[in-house]
């Protein structure tokens, strides 16, 4: 064990694990260990550094800005702020014109599930099992595992779960107390499990027919990373709230709540936060989004996934059960638990996350390479041969 890791244990409270290295450096879709190892990073800070580690435009950004300005509270103008916020809405699903800033995808989860009860006077919020939103105490009243829930109720009440992709499900469950439905395009830690694009649309409708909010969360598959901008934009969805955090200013942390004139009646001062909106974080968003569009990332995650997802499923792997995935979110389900995997990905060089006990999940960088992604195959093909001999 390194001086850094003693050093960590003896001041983190220790509530997540961690694996056995200690990270000091990046650069694009590459990582580097306190010993100098090499890695290809597979987790991009689980899905939010797109644009690669440390690109220039975003880190020379930030150092700019931080020069001029590192603080600015929300009850000021500013400019960075007011550029951020036309940027987002103009790139936004149709419809979605004004924003609240935070810092984090819960604290956006949070801000929709209270402006859906104001503008609706409703306090009902369903969500589909599998799903994961967060982990405060609203956030978590939305999330299905119990794992996360059960050491922390009671909970929010009012929330309810639902079978996702079931129609019939959810036209049994929003009623006239139903302030909002909450869903994700893509169930990220649900084990990469895509929506069915018939069915986001008849929950759409169903709650423009029943007086409810339809709230997406992109906070993993936002800006870029399903092929699309937003995943919303695949099967033409109107959400009233749109839910961003992760990837939107190059690695640092932000989140956002998008809403539409639907959601209206928000008393003023009834919600807030100190950091929200920050000038440097608003600089590292407006550089991310050009890095976005000026190197063609998003349209690099369609193509560069359906390759991996195509090099993965070419394979001779018995222990693969199903390959799913939509761009650059990649879910490979196992007939078996992936922690060992993912400690022989690492052994040799890959950084991989799990998205529940069965299941590979690949969340690299928008810019890795087909020979990047040549190797990170390779490499799992070598680590599933080594388990199954």
């Not at 003693?6 to 000091?24: C, F, H, W, Y």
């Not at 100098?36 to 690109?55: L, Q, R, S």
Request: glycine content about 12%; some cysteine; proline content about 4%.
């Amino acid at each position: 064990m390194t001086d850094y890791q003693t050093m960590e244990n003896q001041a983190s409270m220790g509530i997540l694990p961690k694996r056995d290295v200690v990270i000091v450096r990046g650069s694009g879709a590459r990582l580097w260990d306190s010993t100098g190892k090499e890695y290809i990073d597979c987790i991009g800070g689980i899905g939010t550094a797109n644009v690669g580690h440390c690109h220039p435009t975003v880190t020379e950004a930030v150092a700019r800005q931080a020069e001029r300005l590192v603080i600015c509270p929300d009850t000021f103008y500013n400019d960075l702020r007011a550029e951020l916020g036309t940027a987002l809405t103009r790139v936004a699903p149709e419809g979605l014109d004004r924003l609240f800033l935070c810092n984090s995808g819960t604290e956006a989860v949070e801000a929709a599930f209270k402006f859906a009860r104001v503008a609706t006077g409703r306090t009902g919020i369903i969500a589909a099992q599998r799903g994961f939103h967060g982990r405060t105490f609203g956030a978590l009243s939305a999330t299905w595992n119990p794992k996360y829930r059960a050491p922390f109720e009671p909970l929010v009440p009012g929330f309810t779960h639902v079978k996702y992709n079931d129609v019939s499900a959810m036209e049994e469950s929003i009623d006239d107390e139903t302030a909002g439905v909450i869903l994700e395009v893509v169930q990220g830690e649900g084990g990469v499990r895509i929506g069915d694009g018939a069915y986001l649309n008849r929950v759409e409708a169903l709650c423009r027919e029943r007086g409810a909010l339809f709230i997406v969360d992109e906070v993993q598959t936002g800006f870029g990373r399903t092929g699309a901008l937003f995943a919303c934009e695949h099967h033409g969805l109107q959400p009233d709230m749109l839910c961003l955090a992760k990837a939107m200013a190059g690695g640092l942390p932000v989140g956002a709540t998008l809403c539409a004139e639907t959601v209206r009646g928000v008393p003023a001062m009834s919600h807030g936060n100190t950091f929200g909106g920050g000038p440097v974080i608003c600089a590292a968003g407006l550089a991310t989004l050009r890095v976005l569009e000026e190197e063609g990332l998003v349209e690099n995650a369609r193509k560069n996934g359906a390759y991996f997802r195509d090099a993965l499923a070419a394979l001779d792997a018995p222990f693969v059960r199903e390959i799913r995935g939509m761009g650059l979110i990649i879910g490979v389900e196992m007939k078996g638990r992936v922690t060992p995997i993912l400690r022989g990905l690492m052994e040799r060089g890959v950084m991989a996350l799990p998205a529940g006990n069965t299941v590979l999940r690949f969340l690299p960088p928008l810019s890795i390479s087909r020979e990047e992604i040549d190797q990170v195959v390779e490499t799992v093909d070598a680590v599933l041969g080594s388990l199954e001999a």
